[in-house]
């Protein structure tokens, strides 16, 4: 056995059913390992750019739970997995990318398709391994693994050189289990924070729960339930968090932060205890860090460390899996009731929900209205970055987790297409679809391949608004409609590109043709079908709170 | 951020001087990925010494960073992020012993040669190196931060040619573990 073979009886042991990738020549010892006969058990997807190799690995490992793997040759191959990587990071997806890297004897000698990916991704990986003697591979592997899906999931390299993937191993032996010593990862909470936190719950009188991507990774929904329950306090959630607690609940206020509820930013405004779930205080979701939850003590249950204390400090830190905390805190706690507190977020709930101008027009929010009418609600939803995005997050209703994938942290364009294909290949049951933006779609719109021969279909809404439409919202709010590269123009026609591919297009420029291109698409099974839907450049998204500013700036839809 | 009752610590803004002795694995990498992470963070690193330890597997980083406590906690939880970090001690109130050594070449003529050498004993600091027709001379200095700065504030008056001065290593006093 060699090196790269080792590498993919790894991968089979950690039950890697998938690995996306494009080959290439360090990387083709690699390739010839997944051809052989005992690889059969992988399914190898050729995609179209490397980028979106790791984007569909990221999709379907957050939509699965599962480690997402992503493979690529060295030099370009490498470099362009580094923003799927920095994306993966960023939203702590466990991800384990293995690249080709030139033969030991002339790495650093400038050969040919050589660039130093374990030096260039040093700041965006939780950890990287280079095999310098092909019976390390095991090891690492399973390290990798062990890495990327423990404490805070997140990103592992392992860059292959070509002469370490074709040199013979003495023996395979895979071992059972790794031991670090600098890698430990505490899960459960010690039973003394949980008794501070639990008295600082009894006492409060307008508790809220601001619940984030680290409730979906630890499966915990059920046990946010309980405890929702059982102390009857609100719930907000982050973008990465949406679907961690379902929008049926009353108690859920959807989102928070600059395009979140007002609502959800009122009740973070007025709370005296906030107890802060698997977030780490983005400034998205803060603004003005000062003014964020002014009038509030902060229980902050955190796997990760480096985000207690980082931007706000808590009151009482729960450094653990948000799981066994939840479960903990639900145990301590005394059952309570806050009727004056539950009046006023519904009545808050009730004056000022989610609302969009409706003159006949075509509107972006009645898309998704429509969309989750005539999905139930039920579909797997992965967006772009920008407008379309904000809009998903806050009218498509979520109810479960691993339901809503979308780039958070980065705010990567171009994420949305693999990662819905990811998330097919991880549930090819489940109808996904994605909605994203002319700028965003383009920029990873070449996976309409991958979809077709893979035959992975998803349905596509491409919000078109033939602009960089959140760039243009902030030019118009800010830089006094001084447009400055945000204009896209209306080229190509997605209806025909789309087709070129062997989908289906269709294009949808008025309210009354949505929900028949929408039943369309749904009648479609075996292709991936795109719907163009041309809408007004206009349409701002609200409530906005302008960066760095408070909820007391709060920018609402504008009444007419 | 300071008048913020919800801020992270910040132990009144003021910058002090942290030591803290950093234990990593021996391996290829590691000291690229703990200063490539004070960089990305903007930590700085006022002094950094890099050397074996009694176990061959290990290797320790003893640091000194200026900043406030905020900013001294999140260089340790982020370097503790690091696989490679096995454990870091924060010496800032422990007591410790230091040294850090200076070579000093200094332009020596017959005129003033012994009063440079005159000053190195002050110093404890010994004459390393005299080359006469050349009239240079180099002094070697070993100790804490404190007093290499002081020997290098009085040969301010002589003609300093070059200078290096290593970083600072450290050790608990006792049987607690650096």
């Known amino acids: 056995m060699n090196g790269a073979e080792a590498v993919v009886e790894s991968l089979k042991r950690e039950g890697v059913k998938h690995i996306f990738g494009i080959s290439g020549g360090a990387a083709l010892p690699l390739y010839d390992a997944l051809v052989q006969p005992t690889a059969k058990d992988i399914t190898n997807i050729l995609v179209r750019h490397e980028q979106a190799a790791a984007h569909m690995a990221e999709g379907y490992a957050r939509s699965s739970g599962r480690v997402g793997v992503c493979i690529a040759t060295s030099g370009p191959g490498a470099t362009n997995l580094v923003t799927g990587i920095a994306d993966s990071v960023l939203d702590s997806t466990p991800l384990v990318a293995i690249t080709g890297q030139v033969a030991t004897r002339v790495i650093g000698t400038d050969a040919f398709q050589e660039s130093d990916i374990i030096g260039i991704t040093m700041p965006i990986v939780k950890h990287s391994f280079q095999p310098r003697s092909p019976d390390e591979i095991p090891w690492m592997i399973k390290a990798a693994f062990h890495i990327a899906s423990t404490g805070r999931p997140g990103p592992v390299l392992v860059d292959m050189p070509k002469d370490i993937s074709e040199a013979k191993l003495k023996e395979f032996i895979y071992p059972e289990e790794v031991h670090l010593r600098g890698y430990k990862v505490t899960r459960e909470a010690a039973s003394a924070d949980i008794e501070k936190a639990a008295e600082l719950v009894d006492k409060a009188k307008k508790p809220l729960l601001y619940v984030g991507g680290g409730l979906v990774s630890t499966d915990a929904h059920n046990e946010l339930l309980a405890l929702v329950d059982k102390i009857e306090a609100p719930v907000t959630t982050t973008l990465m968090g949406r679907g961690a607690f379902p929008d049926s609940h009353p108690m859920c206020l959807n989102m928070l932060g600059m395009h979140g509820t007002a609502y959800a930013n009122w009740a973070v405004r007025d709370c005296d205890l906030l107890i802060a779930l698997g977030v780490r205080f983005d400034d998205r979701v803060t603004g003005n860090l000062a003014r964020f939850a002014p009038n509030a003590k902060v229980i902050h249950v955190e796997i990760d460390p480096a985000e207690i204390h980082k931007n706000r400090y808590a009151e009482v830190a729960i450094q653990a899996d948000a799981k066994d905390a939840l479960k903990k805190l639900h145990d301590a706690v005394k059952p309570a009731k806050h009727p004056e507190w539950r009046q006023q977020v519904l009545q808050w709930k009730e004056e000022q929900p989610l609302r969009y101008k409706k003159d006949g027009t075509l509107k972006p929010q009645y898309i998704l209205q429509e969309l989750a009418d005539i999905t139930r609600g039920e579909a797997i939803l992965t967006t772009d970055v920008g407008q379309h995005q904000m809009w998903a997050a806050q009218y498509y209703p979520f109810n479960r987790p691993r339901q809503f994938l979308t780039s958070g942290g980065l705010g990567t364009m171009g994420f949305g297409l693999p990662a819905a294909l990811g998330a097919k290949f991880a549930n090819p049951d489940q109808e996904v679809w994605l909605v994203s933006g002319d700028g965003s779609f383009q920029m990873h719109l070449q996976e309409l391949a991958t979809s077709m021969i893979y035959q992975k279909p998803v349905k596509i809404a491409l919000f078109n608004n033939q602009h960089l439409g959140m760039v243009k919202q902030w030019q118009d709010m800010f830089y006094g409609e001084r447009y400055s590269g945000v204009q896209l123009k209306n080229v190509p026609n997605f209806k025909k590109l789309a087709e070129a591919y062997g989908a289906v297009g269709i294009t949808v420029n008025k309210p009354e043709e949505v929900r028949p291109a929408m039943e369309k698409a749904r009648e479609v099974d075996d292709r991936t079908v795109l719907i163009d839907f041309h809408y007004d450049p206009k349409e701002h998204v609200y409530p906005m709170i302008p960066s760095g500013m408070s909820v007391d700036e709060m920018r609402l839809q504008p009444d007419e | ?178």
Request: glycine share 6%.
């Open chain 2, 1 to 178: 951020m300071s008048n913020n009752p919800h801020s992270v610590k910040n132990g009144n803004g003021s910058l002090r001087k942290h030591t803290i002795s950093v234990l990593v694995e021996n391996k290829p990498g590691v000291l690229a990925r703990v200063s490539s992470l004070f960089a990305r963070r903007g930590f700085n690193i006022a002094s950094l010494a890099v050397s074996s330890t009694e176990d061959s597997e290990i290797s320790r980083m003893t640091i000194v960073t200026q900043g406030d406590e905020g900013h001294l906690e999140q260089v340790i939880k982020q370097l503790n992020k690091l696989i490679d970090v096995i454990t870091i001690l924060d010496h800032t109130e422990d007591d410790l012993i230091s040294r850090e050594v200076a070579l000093v070449k200094v332009h020596a003529t017959v005129d003033n040669r012994s009063e440079i050498m005159q000053l190195a004993t002050v110093f404890r600091g010994e004459v390393v190196s005299l080359s006469p027709r050349e009239e240079t001379m180099i002094l070697e200095v070993t100790g804490e931060e404190d007093k290499i700065e002081a020997f290098l504030e009085s040969l301010s008056k002589f003609k300093v040619i070059e200078m290096v001065r290593t970083g600072k290593i450290a050790l608990v006093r006792g049987k607690r573990m650096t």
